[in-house]
T-cell receptor, first 113, second 117 residues
């Protein structure tokens, strides 16, 4: 079936560097995408979202890029901090899908001092 | 805004017993709540979608008689794992959507760790 996938299961970065987490989605009918951060033993925390009529959206230290041509989504974290260490999930919402989300496999981000 | 709570945060029970997990939206009215389960080092798997006042819609492969869902009010949904067995041990997470603060984005609860002995 169609699913959201991630290229890298684990990403290690140095504190202060920029991080880029990638996600490939296969459902061309998806019109809304969300990045969540999940710390160990906790529920996912909303980071940033983007609609399919946009290709870039910026938040505080985070930027999401959407490339519909190749069905690719990325999350950029500027000046990565130890507190950014977590598992990051991308999720897609199909148009007309009654707000159901399909989650990717997740990428673990490890920030080293 | 958009705070979702769950209770209990962790529960240990004996095989064959039933366990109820509560999910509450604290600062908004949740027209729809979702229940997920997550195994270690895996992604979230949607179990069911629950709309206030109506029967839950279960995902393929999820037994509705095993996982009873009740969404009796706009701020509370419950998941009851009936006759729990060790293979039901997992991390159960709810999310909610609704109102202005959570109009289209699912906000998640902190999760409930279930261990069945």
């Amino acid at each position: 079936g169609e699913s959201v996938g991630l290229h890298l299961p684990t990403l290690s970065v140095q504190e202060g560097d920029n991080s880029i987490i990638n996600c490939a989605y296969s459902n061309s009918a998806s019109d809304y995408f969300i990045w969540y951060k999940q710390e160990s033993g906790k529920g996912p925390q909303f980071i940033i979202d983007i609609r399919s009529n946009m290709d870039k959206r910026q938040g505080q230290r985070v930027t999401v890029l959407l490339n519909k041509t190749v069905k690719h989504l990325s999350l950029q974290i500027a000046a990565t901090q130890p507190g950014d260490s977590a598992v990051y999930f991308c999720a897609e919402n199909m148009a007309g899908g009654y707000n159901k989300l399909i989650f990717g496999a997740g990428t673990r981000l490890a920030v080293h001092p | 805004g958009a705070v979702v709570s769950q209770h209990p945060s962790r529960v240990i029970c004996k095989s064959g017993t039933s366990v109820k997990i509560e999910c509450r939206s604290l600062d908004f009215q949740a027209t729809t709540m979702f229940w997920y389960r997550q195994f270690p080092k895996q992604s979230l798997m949607l179990m069911a979608t629950s709309n206030e006042g109506s029967k839950a819609t279960y995902e393929q492969g999820v037994e509705k008689d095993k996982f009873l869902i009740n969404h009796a009010s706009l701020t509370l949904s419950t998941l009851t794992v009936t006759s729990a067995h060790p293979e039901d041990s997992s991390f159960y997470i709810c999310s909610a959507i609704g109102g202005k603060v959570a109009a289209e984005t699912q906000y998640f609860g902190p999760g409930t760790r279930l261990l069945v002995l």
